[in-house]
């Protein structure tokens, strides 16, 4: 039976049990098992050539911390209509500003600072889900626009020095980064900050090299080469887990309409209190 009545805002079904401290599903692995990336003690690299899905990984991580109680997104998009469904509900979305970058990654960095003042007072190495501090996920859509197009060579080398001090510092306090970049090369991820990626995914590739760029040096010598995907084949990439072997992926699809589905709800379930007030549907 349905019921036109509208439920109260407590008893909304979706959403609310969803935690960034839970396994997030992205896909499935060449044996159609559910793959599931534990993001919040670990940093997201994806990297490949233009086209091959990079920007589907990243919206399934961005609908899933939509949805997920008390965390908050930051999002950086040039292109503006990668993230962009996800603007209404995000603490910030940077776009073509390299200004509002440097000034977000700085604010991060000293939130993510103050975070450890914290957890050293309280004698921990890490926050918890029973801590009370929301997750803060930080999502960059074309990394390289960032740091080597937008604004000048200062502000292109502060970017990723504050980029490389949020990676480094955010696992542990509760602040992931998600990055993306369609250029696998060596002035865009060095290896140092590659490796502050506790999850590197290599979508289709031009070259050995590029896909031994983003998983490692010496994977794609071993059989893991991004470049022997189809480039038909979106969406599908070599997935490695800090300490473990690229395992082949398919990365679960939003279309666009799905996009919009979720971030319209994600707006709703996170509408203000004031908000449920005006519709009669206060908790
Ligand atoms: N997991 C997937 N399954 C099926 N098709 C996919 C998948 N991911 C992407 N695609 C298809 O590939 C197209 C390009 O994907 P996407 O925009 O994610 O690539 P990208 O790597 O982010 O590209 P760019 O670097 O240009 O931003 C999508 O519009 C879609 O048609």
Redesign the pocket.
């Known amino acids: 039976m349905t019921s036109a009545t509208p439920a109260p805002a407590s008893g909304v079904p979706v959403g609310p049990g969803l935690s960034m401290f839970d396994p997030l599903f992205i896909g499935i692995d060449e044996f159609g098992q559910p793959v599931y990336l534990d993001v919040i003690y670990r940093n997201i690299l994806a990297a490949?050539e233009?086209?091959?899905?990079?920007?589907?990984l990243l919206n399934n991580i961005a609908g899933t911390a939509a949805l997920c109680d008390n965390t908050r997104l930051v999002l950086f998009d040039a292109k503006l209509v990668?993230l962009g469904p996800w603007r209404d509900i995000a603490d910030e979305f940077v776009g073509l500003d390299i200004d509002h970058g440097l000034n977000v990654l700085r604010r991060l960095l000293v939130v993510a600072s103050n975070r450890y003042a914290w957890l050293l007072a309280h004698r921990r190495r890490k926050l918890a889900p029973t801590d009370g501090l929301s997750v803060i996920v930080t999502i960059i859509d074309e990394l390289a626009m960032f740091s080597t197009v937008l604004g000048t060579k200062a502000q292109q080398e502060e970017f990723s020095t504050l980029l490389r001090g949020l990676v480094s510092l955010g696992r542990a306090c509760g602040m992931p980064v998600v990055a993306a970049t369609?250029r696998p090369s060596w002035d865009i991820i060095p290896a140092s900050l590659r490796d502050l990626f506790g999850y590197r995914a290599a979508?289709r590739c031009t070259s050995l090299n590029s896909s031994n760029i983003i998983l490692g040096q010496g994977w794609a010598e071993q059989g893991y080469t991004a470049s022997d995907i189809s480039p038909t084949n979106?969406?599908a990439a070599y997935l490695l887990a800090e300490g473990g072997v690229p395992r082949r992926i398919?990365?679960?699809?939003l279309t666009d309409a799905d996009i919009y589905n979720i971030a319209d709800y994600a707006a709703w379930i996170r509408r203000p209190a004031g908000a449920r007030l005006d519709l009669g549907l206060a908790a």
């Open positions: 490949g233009p086209g091959g899905g990079k920007s589907g990668e369609q979508f979106q969406g398919k990365a679960a699809y």
